[in-house]
């Protein structure tokens, strides 16, 4: 495997997943076939594997992070509320895990949308009820954007009803939560253990 930094958004070829997992490349390529792991194709046909993908693939399957990983193991979270009792309480559940997610706080979709354009973060955590520009449109704008439309976008409500939550999984919601959100599926999302940061607790 080559010497460079690994980041989150490096890619990896089949056989460089391989060598990092000591697995034959075959296998790689079938989870990727099966659509275990998210992967791109070159224009020469070739896959590339985002490094940030394949961490979410292990610690799915709780599956050890390679050495070599480590450095693109940080994720980065943007959470949407315009309750700032609900963003506090977000700061609290998160500290522990600040050795492993970057989170930054918004209380309004317009500012939010700025930040996650150049930010770019792993996952995105939208209230649907907003003054101005609400969850949904805020969803349905990151989805319209090529630089944006990858992003994992999970919306929650207070008020979730079968009509609010296709409403959200059309304007291209990963999933829809409701209030209190559980952290541990936010935090799941991300590709990040509740165990990794018991001690930090």
Same mark, same amino acid.
């Given at each position: 495997?080559?010497?460079?930094?690994?980041?989150?958004?490096?890619?990896?070829?089949?056989?460089?997943?391989?060598?990092?997992?000591?697995?034959?490349?075959?296998?790689?390529?079938?989870?990727?076939?099966?659509?275990? @792991? $998210? #992967?791109?194709?070159? =224009?020469?046909?070739? !896959? %590339?594997?985002?490094?940030? +993908?394949?961490?979410?693939?292990?610690?799915?399957?709780?599956?050890? @992070? $390679? #050495?070599?990983?480590? =450095?693109?193991?940080? !994720? %980065?979270?943007?959470?949407? +509320?315009?309750?700032?009792?609900?963003?506090?309480?977000?700061?609290? @559940?998160?500290?522990?895990?600040?050795?492993?997610?970057?989170?930054?706080?918004?209380?309004?979709?317009?500012?939010?949308?700025?930040?996650?354009?150049?930010?770019?973060?792993?996952?995105?955590?939208?209230?649907?009820?907003?003054?101005?520009?609400?969850?949904?449109?805020?969803?349905?704008?990151?989805?319209?954007?090529?630089?944006?439309?990858?992003?994992?976008?999970?919306?929650?409500?207070?008020?979730?009803?079968?009509?609010?939550?296709?409403?959200?999984?059309?304007?291209?919601?990963?999933?829809?939560?409701?209030?209190?959100?559980?952290?541990?599926?936010?935090?799941?999302?991300?590709?990040?253990?509740?165990?990794?940061?018991?001690?930090?607790?």
């Amino acid at each position: 495997m080559t010497q460079r930094l690994i980041r989150s958004e490096t890619l990896l070829t089949s056989h460089q997943v391989g060598s990092l997992l000591q697995v034959n490349p075959t296998s790689v390529n079938n989870w990727i076939r099966d659509g275990r @792991i $998210p #992967a791109f194709r070159t =224009p020469g046909g070739h !896959r %590339r594997i985002r490094a940030a +993908d394949l961490i979410a693939f292990l610690t799915q399957h709780e599956m050890p @992070i $390679p #050495a070599a990983l480590r =450095p693109a193991m940080r !994720r %980065r979270l943007i959470m949407v +509320d315009d309750d700032p009792l609900q963003l506090r309480g977000w700061s609290r @559940i998160l500290k522990p895990y600040r050795d492993r997610v970057d989170v930054e706080l918004f209380d309004n979709g317009i500012d939010a949308l700025v930040r996650i354009g150049s930010w770019r973060p792993q996952v995105v955590v939208l209230d649907v009820m907003m003054p101005g520009v609400d969850g949904i449109e805020v969803c349905r704008r990151l989805k319209a954007q090529e630089e944006t439309r990858e992003i994992t976008i999970i919306t929650t409500s207070g008020q979730l009803t079968p009509v609010l939550e296709q409403l959200a999984l059309d304007a291209g919601a990963s999933r829809v939560l409701p209030k209190p959100t559980d952290p541990e599926v936010v935090l799941k999302t991300l590709g990040v253990s509740l165990q990794t940061a018991l001690h930090d607790a």
